[in-house]
C-alpha cells in the first residue's frame, strides 16, 4: 500500500471547468507536503508547499488546502486550461532523514477543449 | 540563471552495456537527488548528495549502480552492465541546503535498455 495515495489517477475535463485533486498520506513525522505540476516528457515542477499550520494556501488558479489531523489534501484549479495538463503529484515531507519525500504516484489531468 | 541541466535527455543501451547520467545542478545549490521513475509509479529516492560525498545512497541497488557529485563538474548517475529493468526516467533534482529546501528538478533523462 503507497503510504501517499492520489485519486482519482486520471481526469478528462473540459476547458474552463474547475476540478479537485485528492491525496491522502500516512507517512509521518509530518514537516509538510508540496504539490508539483509534471508535465509530459519534464521533471516536476513546484506550485505549492503547506506546512502543519497551514490550512490553505493559493498560486493563481491552483488553491491547495491541508488537513494534518486527516492526512488529507486536495489541489484544486480553477478556471482549467489546456496548459494544465499534466500530471499533479502529491509529496509528503517527513521531519527527519536525508531520504524523507514520499511521491504519490500522480493524477493525470487532461484538459480538452 | 540556468536550471538544473540533465544530459542526456534520451539515452539507449543494449543490455549489458553501461549508461553515464550527467547532472548539473543549480548555481549555488550544493546538494543533489537522483530519483527513478517507472511509468504509472511515483519517483523513487535513489541517492542524495553533497559535493564529494554520498550522504544517502538507501535507495539505490547495492550492485551496477553508483553515483559521484565531484569538486568540479557534474553529478553521475552510473549504471553497469544495464538491463531492461533499469528501463525508466531518471531524474536529478537540487537544492541550496536539505530536503526541506525547495527542489528543483531537471527535464530527466529517459533510459531505454534493448
Known amino acids: 500500500k503507497n503510504q501517499v495515495e492520489q485519486s482519482p489517477q486520471s481526469l478528462i475535463i473540459l476547458e474552463g471547468k474547475n476540478c479537485t485533486l485528492q491525496c491522502n498520506y500516512t507517512v509521518s513525522p509530518f514537516s509538510n507536503l508540496r504539490w508539483y505540476k509534471q508535465d509530459t516528457g519534464r521533471g516536476p515542477v513546484s506550485l505549492t508547499i503547506m506546512t502543519f499550520s497551514e490550512n490553505t494556501k493559493s498560486n493563481g488558479r491552483y488553491t491547495a488546502t491541508l488537513d494534518a489531523d486527516t492526512k488529507q489534501s486536495s489541489l484544486h484549479i480553477t478556471a482549467s486550461q489546456l496548459s494544465d495538463s499534466a500530471s499533479y503529484i502529491c509529496?509528503?515531507?517527513?521531519?527527519?532523514?536525508?531520504?524523507?519525500?514520499?511521491f504519490g504516484t500522480g493524477t493525470r489531468l487532461t484538459v480538452i477543449p | 540563471n540556468a536550471g538544473v541541466m540533465q544530459n542526456p535527455r534520451h539515452l539507449v543501451r543494449r543490455r549489458g552495456q553501461e549508461a553515464r547520467l550527467r547532472c548539473s545542478p543549480m548555481?549555488?545549490?550544493?546538494?543533489v537527488y537522483w530519483y527513478r521513475q517507472l511509468p504509472e509509479e511515483g519517483l523513487k529516492f535513489m541517492v542524495y548528495l553533497q559535493k564529494e560525498n554520498i550522504i544517502d545512497e538507501s535507495g539505490m541497488p547495492k550492485e551496477r549502480f553508483s553515483a559521484e557529485f565531484p569538486k568540479e563538474g557534474p553529478s553521475i548517475l552510473r549504471i553497469q552492465q544495464v538491463v531492461r529493468g533499469d528501463s525508466a526516467a531518471y531524474f536529478c533534482?537540487?537544492?541550496?541546503?536539505?530536503?526541506?529546501?525547495?527542489?528543483?528538478f531537471g527535464s530527466g533523462t529517459q533510459l531505454s535498455v534493448l
Open positions: 548555481k549555488g545549490h550544493s546538494h
Open positions: 533534482a537540487s537544492s541550496p541546503s536539505g530536503t526541506n529546501e525547495k527542489l528543483f
Open positions: 509529496v509528503v515531507i517527513l521531519q527527519t532523514g536525508a531520504n524523507n519525500l514520499f
